[in-house]
């Protein structure tokens, strides 16, 4: 009658501390994605509740802060600032590279403003469209309020303006990121509290650029699901790891002496 030889696990150094570094990183990306999730479960419903709501028509920035809020449709009585012109680099529409065309609509009221999302101007022909003057007459302006919930801040370019090696009056200054803070802070009037930007409605489309959408704001490319399937895929395999290592102890993984074949040595 045979017995069943029990298995030991084995403990080895290495193959420990290359585990444990390896379960902490899994797990911190895993968690790091999660609290997106949340996040951006919140933002949607927020989104979707607001997005329902009524127009909210303002004409001065103490009415637009006392009434509009993220994710609002809004109806905004001003006119735009032609002596401020943004270009947020690396956006893309319909597969192709481009910018966003940003600058400040002045309220009709007051001296207060709030900067603008024009829309997506193709990567080959940003610099010449940057460069036209807007229309500048009071007009309504339809949108829909962005406030980003995360502000990367371009770090060069908030250097180059505190340097006084470029000016945002007057020029066009090209921005690697979504920096609504740096450039509400540089305005010489004042901007609501929180960076925000109204992102204009299609409406406001010039022929051939910029091509004003609201797809970004609406329909992001990291939806909560999405966050959800790297939620999901990080903790997956900080599972496998785990698993693969106390297979590997209790030497499941090992490769196993086979008897010798009986005409091995024929």
Do not use: C
């Amino acid at each position: 009658m045979t017995q069943k030889t029990s298995r030991r696990f084995q403990l080895r150094f290495w193959p420990t501390l290359g585990t444990l570094v390896g379960l902490a990183i899994l797990i911190s990306l895993g968690t790091w994605q999660l609290t997106r999730y949340l996040e951006k479960l919140d933002l949607e419903a927020q989104r979707s509740e607001r997005l329902d709501e009524d127009i909210v028509e303002v004409e001065s920035l103490d009415a637009f802060e006392a009434n509009a809020g993220a994710y609002n449709a809004v109806a905004v009585r001003g006119r735009l600032d032609p002596r401020y012109t943004f270009l947020f680099k690396h956006r893309v529409h319909d597969g192709k590279p481009g910018y966003w065309l940003g600058g400040v609509l002045r309220f009709a009221e007051g001296d207060g403003g709030v900067l603008v999302n024009r829309g997506w101007v193709h990567r080959e022909h940003a610099a010449e469209v940057a460069k036209q003057a807007p229309p500048t007459q009071t007009r309504t302006y339809l949108g829909l309020v962005h406030a980003p919930n995360r502000i990367v801040a371009d770090t060069a370019t908030r250097q180059a303006l505190e340097a006084g090696e470029v000016e945002l009056q007057n020029n066009v200054v090209e921005w690697d990121t979504y920096d609504l803070e740096a450039i509400a802070d540089a305005l010489p009037y004042e901007t609501p509290a929180d960076p925000m930007i109204v992102v204009l409605s299609p409406e406001h489309s010039r022929e051939p650029y910029p091509i004003a959408s609201f797809d970004y704001v609406t329909e992001p490319y990291l939806t909560s699901e999405r966050h959800l399937g790297y939620v999901l895929f990080w903790y997956a395999t900080a599972i496998a790891l785990l698993s693969m290592y106390l297979a590997a102890g209790f030497g499941y993984l090992g490769s196993s002496k086979r008897p010798p074949r009986p005409d091995a040595d024929a």
